[in-house]
């Protein structure tokens, strides 16, 4: 099993940028798709990004389309999202996930098996 570990979070102004990163171990991520999730209190977590095993296709959140970006380096065992254009609205804990096998089209956290302990995202105005 793969063991997911975040970091990179923040506090941010908005309009300010930020890079969380996704360090993998225990196996490589090759077989795996990526996903970001976020989870602000109060509410359910979320989806906000997710690629595929190659890194060919990608998949955003709306509210997040053109400030973000996901990625992954398979032979640094790594995924990361750059955030940029943030917003008090992005602020939440944010979770790297990955899924054995799985389909980047899927966006719903009970597709991803394996996530991250978080970290925490906080954009003041």
């Known amino acids: 099993q793969v063991q997911l570990v975040e970091s990179g979070g923040g506090m941010v102004q908005a309009g300010g940028s930020l890079r969380l990163s996704c360090a993998a171990s225990g196996r490589t991520i090759r077989n795996y798709a990526m996903g970001w999730f976020r989870q602000a209190p109060g509410n359910k977590r979320e989806f906000v990004a997710t690629?595929?095993?190659?890194?060919?296709?990608?998949n955003y959140l709306d509210s997040v389309k053109g400030r973000f970006t996901i990625s992954r380096d398979n032979d640094k065992n790594t995924a990361h999202l750059q955030m940029n254009s943030l917003k008090p609205e992005d602020t939440a804990v944010y979770f790297c996930?990955?899924?054995?096998?799985?389909?980047?089209?899927?966006?719903?956290?009970?597709?991803?098996?394996?996530w991250g302990q978080g970290t925490q995202v906080t954009v003041s105005s």
């Open positions: 996930a990955a899924s054995l096998g799985g389909s980047y089209r899927v966006t719903s956290d009970a597709g991803y098996d394996v």
């Open positions: 690629i595929s095993r190659t890194g060919a296709s990608t």
